[in-house]
Nanobody, 115 residues
Framework: QVQLVESEGGLVQAGASLRLSCAAS????????MGWYRQAPGKQRTLVAT???????MYADSVKGRFTISRDNAKNTVYLQMNSLKPDDTAVYYC?????????WGQGTQVTVSS
């Protein structure tokens, strides 16, 4: 089993920045993919960004140029630096940890961006 603990989100104004972190513990694999999804009220959960253990990243078009995902393999921690936040970024953000045949999820953290 893998446990994921996310940092608190928050309430910020449009244009502000926020950094999320997610620490994995338990049965950690040397090769894995970590990342973030988000779910806005009444909408499906969608991918925000991913990063492999080798450092390959991928972003949703809506966050490219504003969000940066990074990872510290020694700490089994993934970070999401969110800049130039918009009200449309308001959602519950979920960290995930993927290895073949299994995905683990964090508990979710609320990010609210006011206009």
């Amino acid at each position: 089993q893998v446990q994921l603990v996310e940092s608190e989100g928050g309430l910020v104004q449009a244009g502000a920045s926020l950094r999320l972190s997610c620490a994995a513990s338990g049965m950690i694999f040397s090769i894995s993919t970590m990342g973030w999804y988000r779910q806005a009220p009444g909408k499906q959960r969608t991918l925000v960004a991913t990063i492999t253990s080798g450092g390959i990243t991928m972003y949703a078009d809506s966050v490219k140029g504003r969000f940066t995902i990074s990872r510290d393999n020694a700490k089994n921690t993934v970070y999401l630096q969110m800049n130039s936040l918009k009200p449309d970024d308001t959602a519950v953000y979920y960290c995930y940890y993927y290895v073949p045949l299994r995905t683990y999820w964090g508990q979710g953290t609320q990010v609210t961006v006011s206009s």
